[in-house]
């Protein structure tokens, strides 16, 4: 790793470079290429960096800012990154659970966090996706904002936490999966810019300027962002990282810096003789974005990308929420070919985009297969992005009888699924047993596993500047788009205190039966091959009714409906898990409100 005890920084327009001590100033030595550097200094210095006698700066690769972006960097020891725990995980195809270190626990730190990692393993997790920790404005927020992309967060722990984090993981078989931003930095705190061309106005982005990965310098500013990267993988040693909105990374340079990132991180995989893996969040549906690099034109080289596809098409099915970009979604033929097919936008008409989107995935293709896309049913955007954070099981609704129908139609609820708590629960069930044994890279969102109360909506910790603009700008959002509820205040300490996970829930009804449910789904997905592997062209999936849906893998069948009323299964087989009992009929399986059962076909 770099001598982190010699703070060297970027600063290609600067005359003069001093590095700003407690006690005087020091001129910083020119090295060539932009460079300045400073004299050793020990752990525990605090120091910054003043470009022309301006202002003092903290150091953009800062990996400690105890007061914050706008405080001085601080030294941090070299001892933080050794003796560590040895540990490699291949990433594709392993069971992901994404949290929010601040709302994990009550005390919002990695030492917490860490008590709670036995009950991951036991439910049969197999990796931990950790959302931002980059240095971030305040003490509460997402991270999306953040402004050091090499200091983490000083209130889940500061860089020595993170460490004892990741080796308590790696200890219990756990792989560390860490969520990196690189497509802009936060609007407060940010000091790039000061320090050199690390944005360019020859892109646009929702944030402003693009940062500057094809103009003039823009080799440094990539270098800036693989040394993150380079410090997260190979320093901390994470597993693996999720690279945040990457349709924003603008560049038109002949190798893309998602290629060569994918070129490097395989370096250093030799380096270390770790197995590394990338995800990449895109909206953009395309298959090339995980092919190897040069293997088709535009190939990125992603180990995996998110598949929102997937999300929306088992959200809109199951909730029954089809407006904004669900438009597209909600029928149970989007369904089957979301769980065969990966895109429903494809290459042809979106009309939440109101254009042709995507291109299809080869599913038979030798360049990726299901595991090279990542599902779910809850994720901090589809949660967090709503105007009261509210969950899966807090939103679905059995869907309304069509018109016309009888007092026989197969939505009438029944004794059994008549309450609307108990329907929402097995609305979840059922979604769960689909993407949990899917053909994808499965993830679960904080608290899912059973059925948390709590929601996860946003909240921030912005100075007095920006902290009202996001309050109010976050309430006309909702408000244009009709939702008829009070939104939470992000800047209200509040606010994040309601996300808190509440740990007592656990043993409790009804949360102890979705536990239960989801221990037995992920137990059944370890135990056989067949429910494991990524074979995209061994899937099928038939549509029993506009309700139900059945989905094949091997020699099992899982059986899904969001019907309040009686669903038939021509389905022989023994019965290896089910929601609630099915009942045997001379023709299959008959089962009463929504759920799921899991059937060993031969």
């Known amino acids: 790793m770099r001598d982190i005890t010699i703070p060297t920084v970027w600063a290609p327009n600067a005359g003069l470079v001093d590095l700003v001590l407690d006690d005087g100033r020091e001129v910083m030595a020119a090295i060539g290429g932009g460079w300045w550097a400073s004299r050793r200094l020990v752990p525990g210095t605090r120091y910054r960096f003043s470009i022309d006698g301006n202002p003092p700066l903290p150091d953009p690769r800062s990996l400690a800012q105890p007061e914050g972006p706008h405080g001085p960097s601080v030294v941090v020891d070299p001892e933080v990154f050794t003796g560590r725990v040895e540990f490699s995980i291949d990433l594709r ?20 966090a ?49 460490a004892r984090f990741i080796d308590e993981c790696h200890l219990r078989g756990l792989g560390v ?47 800036f962002l693989l040394g993150a990267c380079r410090q997260w993988l190979v320093d901390y040693r994470v597993d693996g990282l999720r690279l945040d909105a990457v349709h924003e990374l603008r560049d038109d340079s002949p190798k893309h810096y998602l290629a060569e990132l994918s070129e490097v991180v395989r370096g250093w995989e030799v380096e270390t003789g770790r197995k ?48 904004g970009y669900y438009v597209d979604f909600g029928t149970a033929e989007a369904l089957k070919q979301a769980l065969t097919r990966v895109f429903i936008h494809e290459g042809g008409w979106s009309t939440f985009r109101d254009r042709n989107w995507g291109a299809p995935v080869d599913v038979g293709s030798e360049l990726y297969d299901g595991h090279s896309f990542l599902c779910c049913l809850q994720n901090h955007d589809q949660v967090g992005n709503r105007a009261i954070g509210d969950r899966t099981a807090q939103m679905a609704k059995v869907p309304a009888a069509p018109q016309g129908s009888t007092a026989l139609d197969a ?60 309050t109010a700008g976050r309430r006309r959002e909702f408000e244009k788009m009709g939702w008829e509820v009070e939104v939470p205040d992000p800047q209200d300490p509040a606010t994040l205190r309601s996300a808190v996970l509440r740990w007592d829930e656990l043993d409790r009804p009804p949360h102890d039966r979705m536990l239960a449910w989801y221990t037995a789904l992920l137990r059944i997905r370890r135990e056989h091959g067949d429910l494991r592997n990524g074979s995209l062209h061994s ?64």
């Not at 860490?114 to 996706?129: K, M, N, S, T, Y």
């Not at 549509?543 to 309040?564: I, P, T």
């Open 114 to 162: 860490c008590e709670h990692l036995d009950h991951l393993v036991e439910l049969g997790i197999e990796a931990v996706e950790v959302m931002p920790v980059a240095d971030f404005p305040g003490l509460r927020g997402w991270g999306y904002d953040g402004v050091g992309q090499y200091a983490v967060h000083r209130s889940y722990g500061g860089p020595e936490s993170f």
């Open 539 to 602: 899937v099928t999936v038939d549509v029993v009714s506009d309700d139900a849906v059945l989905m094949r893998r091997g020699k099992f069948a899982v059986a899904a409906s969001r019907s309040g009323g009686e669903v038939e299964f021509a389905l022989p087989g023994e019965v290896v898990l089910s929601w609630t009992p099915p009942v045997q009929t001379a023709t299959g399986l008959r089962v009463s409100g929504p759920g799921a059962l899991i059937v060993r076909t031969r």
């Open 177 to 223: 999966v860490l969520d990196v931003v690189h497509n802009h930095q936060g609007p407060e705190g940010n000091y790039l810019a000061q320090f050199g061309p690390y944005f360019t106005s020859a892109h646009g982005t929702p944030w402003g300027e693009a940062v500057n990965l094809d103009q003039a310098h823009s080799r440094d500013v990539r270098d």
């Open 276 to 323: 590394l893996t990338l995800f990449a969040e895109s909206d953009l549906n395309q298959p090339s974005m995980v092919a190897p690099v040069d293997s088709v034109p535009g190939a990125k080289g992603m180990d995996a990308q998110w598949a929102d596809d997937v999300h929306h098409a088992l959200h809109a099915f199951f909730t029954g929420e089809t407006s």
């Open 411 to 470: 939505h009438r609820p029944t004794a059994a699924t008549a309450d609307p708590a108990e329907q929402a629960l097995g609305l979840q069930a059922g979604a769960a047993a689909l993407y949990l044994l899917s053909a994808f890279t499965p993830m679960l969102f904080m608290g899912e596993e059973w059925a948390a109360s709590t929601p996860f909506p946003f909240f921030s910790d912005l100075g007095p500047e920006l902290g009202p603009h996001v």
């Open 93 to 112: 195809g392993k069971v992901l659970y994404e949290l929010h270190v601040g709302a994990f626990t009550p005390e919002g730190t990695f030492d917490a």
